[in-house]
């Protein structure tokens, strides 16, 4: 049997993800209007930063005898506060809408929409679908609660891990279409981070309108490629925090970055980086391309490394949640759990 509370939470959110990478730092949010004879009279998404809302978009295109004893459909608790725009609960309680289903509670302190909806008389539903709601917004979520950017670390590597034989040869491992989806990839981020290591090494371009480099000891020079186009933040130990052991606090450089407007951000370093911030806590998604290759290697750079482990217990665990085949390579998508 079909579950149609389900059903209409799972169309708010093909309808949110239309607002991808338009809405930060709010929330991607769709919704959908049922008459009370259960018929789908309305949709809307929110379509970006500071304009209208998904129940806002979706009920104004309707009257209040349209509405009147309906049911409303939303991903996320509607807002009960003048923000850019004004209340969506006062309009849902204007509108005469019955019934409100929603997907998660808002995290935001501000929002308190169940409560003035039910004060209203109107039966909420919350939780449907609760963990994809939670995950198709896990960015707003993390910037929401850490004041911090959601980051994401890009990685290339042969089937047996390694990103570069000792000596540094890397060119190249994958193909050219997965080279390709990496630029297409740059620009749904805010900010590419990249370390001084990869810039000397390499002299990437690493082509974006906000870029930053960890160089704790000022060796990347001016002249590389890197400075050619956009924005490039340089954290050292002159211009921020370093830990006890001398390194950069890269925790507290993701702070300013937010401070910044920065809300998401697309790592491309070596291993010691990598393995550095996964230690740290630091990376919330992997997106690894992987070629067909074994370098068969055991002095080959590996794609993480940062730590001691003697347990296999001690390993990070991952959740793969998308993979595809890009060419000759295979490109998967991991979040860090």
């Known amino acids: ?44 998404y ?75 008389g109107i039966e909420v539903t919350t939780g449907v679908l609760e963990d994809e709601a939670k995950f198709l917004n896990r960015i707003f979520i993390k910037n929401m609660k850490e004041k911090l950017p959601y980051v994401v670390l890009k990685t290339a590597t042969t089937l047996d891990g390694k990103i570069s034989t000792n000596n540094g040869d890397s060119k190249w491992i994958t193909s050219e279409d997965a080279r390709a989806e990496v ?57 921020t925090k370093v830990n006890k052991n001398g390194k950069l606090d890269i925790k507290y450089v993701l702070s300013e970055l937010y401070k910044k407007g920065i809300y998401t951000v697309f790592v491309e370093c070596g291993g010691t980086l990598a393995g550095s911030m996964l230690k740290e806590g630091l990376i919330d998604e992997i997106y690894q391309f992987i070629a067909p290759k074994i370098l068969n290697d055991n002095n080959g750079k590996s794609c993480f490394d940062g730590d001691n482990i003697e347990k296999i217990s001690q390993a990070k665990n991952l959740k793969i949640y998308k993979s595809k085949a890009i060419g000759t390579d295979l490109f998967i998508k991991y979040k860090v759990l």
């Not at 004004?86 to 995290?107: N, Q």
């Open 1 to 44: 049997m079909v579950n149609l509370d389900e059903k209409y939470m799972k169309k708010c959110f093909s309808l949110a993800i239309k607002g991808k990478g338009k809405t930060t730092p709010n929330p991607m949010v769709g919704c959908v209007v049922l008459d009370k004879n259960g018929d789908v009279i309305s949709t809307g």
């Open 46 to 120: 929110h379509h970006k930063y500071g304009e209208n809302h998904a129940e806002r978009n979706a009920l104004l295109k309707l009257n209040n005898n349209q509405t009147k004893g309906g049911t409303l459909y939303v991903n996320l608790e509607p807002c009960s506060h003048y923000g850019k725009t004004p209340p969506c609960t006062d309009l849902i309680i204007e509108y005469g809408i019955k019934r409100v289903v929603i997907g998660m509670k808002d995290i935001n302190p501000k929002v308190n929409g169940i409560k003035q909806l039910e004060q209203a």
């Open 183 to 239: 630029y297409k990839l740059r620009k749904e981020f805010d900010c590419i981070m990249t370390s001084s290591n990869t810039v000397i090494a390499d002299n990437p371009k690493m082509e974006h309108k906000n870029k930053c480099i960890l160089d704790t000891n000022s060796r990347v020079s001016t002249d590389s490629k890197i400075f050619e186009q956009g924005e490039v933040f340089v954290a050292t130990r002159k211009n």
